[in-house]
């Protein structure tokens, strides 16, 4: 298990990026999800610099060779503060999934939440994410739905 912690920073948007766009190229030969598809380097990356400058009100954290990125959001469902991942990214070698929810869940304590939400928006295979979450404990709450407006 490899959950060394370190917060990321602006010197980091650059590999991110590269990264990022990587994944989407290897996504995008296997599925064709619209949000995947449309991703644009301009506001992603604005919306990322932002992130790693903490002015969005994002956290930005390594995990081992991974990019771990959330929001604490307030549920209405729960009726109080949960953790929401809005980016897990393999950067390098080294982290797994299993040690990004250990942290997660870590942090959620620490944070006052009462739960962590993962998805599966940037993955090209929904269901083998989603067995991976679920092997670590999480269950599927529901599906998101997507219709582009023109």
Known sequence: MDTSLRR???????????????????ALRRCNKAHIRQTYHE??????????????????YHVGGMFFM?????????GAPI???ELVLRLGPGGTLADVTVVAETMARELGCVGVVFGTAFSDRDETL???????????EA?????EIT
Do not use: I, N
């Open 83 to 85: 953790l929401v991942e």
């Open 70 to 78: 959330f929001r604490v959001a307030y549920s209405w469902q729960k």
């Open 43 to 60: 506001p992603v990356e604005r919306y990322l610099r932002d992130a790693l400058a903490g002015t969005s009100g994002s956290h930005c």
């Open 143 to 147: 599906r998101l739905l997507y219709k």
């Open 130 to 140: 989603s067995a991976a979450y679920q092997q670590l404990g999480y269950q599927e």
């Open 8 to 26: 990321a920073g602006p010197d980091d948007l650059q590999p991110l990026m590269t990264a990022l766009y990587r994944a989407k190229r290897l």
